[in-house]
């Protein structure tokens, strides 16, 4: 049985790309509403599939990672995360990126949530997951473009530090205060 379309789709009356790159791709769709309004430029920003990773070692520290993030011109705290290389499975993107980016690995994973970045606007997903009783097998596996510090962390700290805004990308936030809350730690 065909799903039923959803009454609220807009028509795609036509599309047309605009930028084209790996990291970026920009389009504009001239679109029909079910009302009969038209918007003749509509802009939807296409993005890679992003995962991250709440990794909590054997001995209940979490592993955080601190870098330099341009964009907003800031030094930020956060948890192990990247892209979702075409055709990768989420899970196995989020345990080569910590594996990658701190040399952490192992223990038990488990999927937490996936969430729209930001659904007015992009296409992709944020997939996060735990992963539980990971332990040092490596050393980083950075690339030349990364500067990625370390930091085992205790639970009572990030609760504090997320509490206080210390985090500032919202697909790291949502999943830490799920994790937190679903847990019964905050």
């Not at 959803?6 to 791709?25: A, F």
Request: proline letters at 6%; a negative charge; hydrophobic letters at 35%.
């Amino acid at each position: 049985m065909a799903t039923p379309k959803d009454p609220m789709e807009w028509e795609v009356l036509e599309s047309e790309y605009l930028y084209r790159r790996p990291w970026l791709t920009a389009r504009r769709d001239h679109v029909k509403l079910p009302t009969g309004v038209e918007i003749k430029e509509f802009y939807v920003l296409e993005y890679p599939e992003f995962c991250n990773v709440i990794a909590i070692t054997k001995d209940g520290k979490y592993v955080l990672e601190r870098q330099y993030r341009h964009a907003q011109r800031l030094t930020a705290m956060e948890i192990p995360a990247g892209c979702v290389e075409p055709g990768e499975d989420p899970m196995e993107a989020a345990k080569r990126e910590l594996y990658e980016e701190t040399g952490f690995g192992g223990g038990e994973w488990s999927h937490l949530m996936t969430i729209s970045p930001n659904a007015g606007a992009c296409t992709n997903y944020s997939h996060t997951y735990v992963a539980k009783g990971v332990e040092r097998i490596s050393t980083q596996h950075l690339e030349a473009t990364e500067d990625i510090k370390i930091c085992l962390t205790d639970p009572d700290e990030v609760i504090r530090m997320l509490k206080n805004d210390e985090f500032h990308q919202a697909m790291m936030v949502a999943p830490l205060w799920k994790y937190f809350a679903i847990n019964g730690l905050i």
